[in-house]
């Protein structure tokens, strides 16, 4: 039966997805989500304190709770959420890792959430990991036991896996299991590969707990995060219940909210084709989108629909108000014939600012409008906001002290200090242990190989190296997969380079599914500062996003086409070639096995493709933008 949201009403900033098995929720920017998700464990903490009882929590880490354990904290700051009754079981644990690990479930959850609220120490609770195999099935069982003669679970806080387990709950596990030790999927340990600086260091097994103990629990919240997660969600909530997919179990639970981020709803029925639930009110954005939709199922351009390919296809209110088909499919082919645009940024000379994450996301994202920029006559400017250093292999810095060891020595440079440099070097490499972060001269030269192939790519582009701008912003200083949130200094050294490049264009990774995150925290702290220009009463740029690697624009949300000559892509690839840590193969590739180039140009390639298909003019490449609506993420 589907859930049935007609009698709720959904919070500021988000709304009621129909369709689902569960009650979902949609919000409008993760920090929303967060702050839903926060309210509803603190209501159920201040009730049970209110009544003397204990509050038991089962929690998960990860980067898709930080936000709302954030949020925890600022309400224990602000508003004196007391957690002096609160007990935490930790859902799952890796098999064999010290609790003092940085990868560690135990680790992280105190420093996002218990070490900075007044829970006591051993109210937070991890299965013991260490112990000898043979004993690990004791230790399952001692806390399932736990958790019993608390009363079980008041509240779960979960996410959904990427090939849909939850927990360590991996495919065809048992529904009625319990607390256990498990092997972990291949897909999962992919996944934590950046957490671990190599998919080989992962732990092969955990403790997780069961699919069983998680749906005894009283309350469960659900959260996913980014378009990565799109295709899950709508598999585990809108299909049947499988053991295949770990997470469609929750199905069954009365009191689940399924809370998402845009992104994360966007394949869902109610959110990407809500006309085949019934009556809608009809937008413009809603009529592009279901004739762009109508084209794709149809397999005709738009300017062949005709009225009974609406018919067929469930869009019979449309084509009652709004047609006849043809008045439709001119109206949506001429919407996005204006998007088609060979100079994003005007042809009067402008000041243009492109925000890379990373090192390389300005060529790999945008290279071929970099070029056009440039040819275009705008001062061009590109912000690397972070070093990058932890992407970099151990043999390319060892190779670079080496190399500069010998470069010294051929030129009588220094040589006792850069000796010194390169035993500093090794030995630090020797020592380090698998997953934990480099000493700080390491990563200083895993920096440097950066920033030198960010330099040659811009300037292959076509940029001019006065124009580079090397931010190394604060947040990203922890020499570890896990970055700290956007703070004040972050900020400013954006504030402060916006008022010091003047830009009329700013270009923004939007991509929200980054694997790393750090293109969301740069969105950010970007969008931040381009308030604090508001605030001041300074000029404020337009602001056009691009998408990172990972994703693409849909066609309906596309703004800006950018259109890519053979000649541009060939130069594109180049550029992305200055990057040689990265290509052939990088440290955190994702889940994807292309190299970069290869998605930058299927991915242009394939926009190129989507536009003919819909019979609008035939290009070689896009590259896709969307505008800034000026809301925070």
Known sequence: MLASSSSSTAPDHSRFVDGTAVTTLAFDRSGDLAAYAAAAIAESIQSHNQAGKQTVLGLVTGSTPTGTYRELIRLHREQKLDFSNVKIYLLGEYIGLN???????????????????????????????????????SVCNAYEQAIQDDGGLDIVVCGIGRNGHVVFNEPFSIRNSHTRMCTLDPVTRRAAASDFFGEEYVPTHAVTAGLETILNARKILCLALGEHKAGLVREAFEGGITDRVPASFLQEHPNLELLLDQPAAGMLTGIATPWLLGNMSWD??????????????????????????FRVNDLHQLLRHYGPAERLAHRVFRMMMDTIDYHPAGRDDQVCLCFSPHPDDDVISMGGTLIRLVEDGHQTHVAYMTSGNIAVFDHDALRVADLVTEYNRLFNIDLDRSAEVEKQVRRGLDSKQPGQPDCEEIQRIKGLIRWSEARAAAVKAGCQEENLHFLDLPFYRT???????????????????LLKVKPHVVFVAGDLADPHGTHRVCAEAIFLALGRLKEKNQPVPEVLLYRGAWQEYALHEIEIAVPLSPDDLELKRKAIFMHESQKDEALFPGSDPREFWQRAEDRNRGTADAYNQCGLPEYYALEAFTRWNGEPI
Not at 488 to 494: L, R, S, Y
């Open 99 to 137: 609790p003092e690990s940085p990868q560690s479930h135990l680790t992280s959850i105190r420093h996002y959430l218990t070490d900075h609220v007044n829970i006591p120490a051993e109210n937070v609770l991890v299965p013991d990991t260490t112990v000898s195999v043979d004993r690990i099935e």
């Open 284 to 309: 413009e954005p809603m009529i592009k989108r279901a004739v762009l939709w109508l084209s794709e199922v149809a397999g005709k351009a738009l300017l062949k629909l005709d009225d009974n390919d």
């Open 479 to 497: 020499g570890t997969v896990t970055k700290n949130p956007v703070g004040e200094d972050d900020v400013q050294i954006i504030y402060d380079l």
